[in-house]
């Protein structure tokens, strides 16, 4: 898969792209398993988690590729911002790209071109 890409949308993600995204996602699940041991913040950790989840799966369905979710996950900070901010979490602030980091390497595996 190195050095190709997919077209989504009007543009192509490349590979590299997708591999990136996967490596932040991979390190964001790390991060996300640590901080949840805190069990004064696992409460708001698992809720912001379910929020941008279920914002994630309107944006882009349940049929999806990598690249599609690469392409998503570029503009994940202002729309997961949203999404939690709307919800009235406390803390979410600082969340933001740790939850999203989980949504989107826990999401990646239903792609339809996933390989671990």
Do not use: C, N
Not at 47 to 70: D, W, Y
Not at 82 to 90: F, K, N, T, Y
């Amino acid at each position: 898969m190195h050095g190709t890409s997919a077209w989504v949308g009007s543009f192509a993600v490349s590979s590299s792209a997708v591999e990136t995204a996967r490596q932040e996602w991979i390190e964001g699940h790390r991060r996300f398993h640590e901080e949840i041991k805190d069990p004064r913040r696992r409460p708001w950790l698992l809720s912001h988690l379910e929020q941008i989840t279920a914002e994630l799966r309107k944006r882009i369905g349940t049929t999806f590729t990598l690249a599609e979710l690469t392409e998503t996950y570029a503009g994940v900070e202002d729309w997961a911002r949203d999404a939690l901010a709307e919800s009235g979490a406390p803390g979410w602030p600082r969340d933001v790209t740790l939850v999203a980091d989980e949504a989107f390497h826990l999401y990646a595996r239903g792609a339809t071109d996933y390989r671990p």
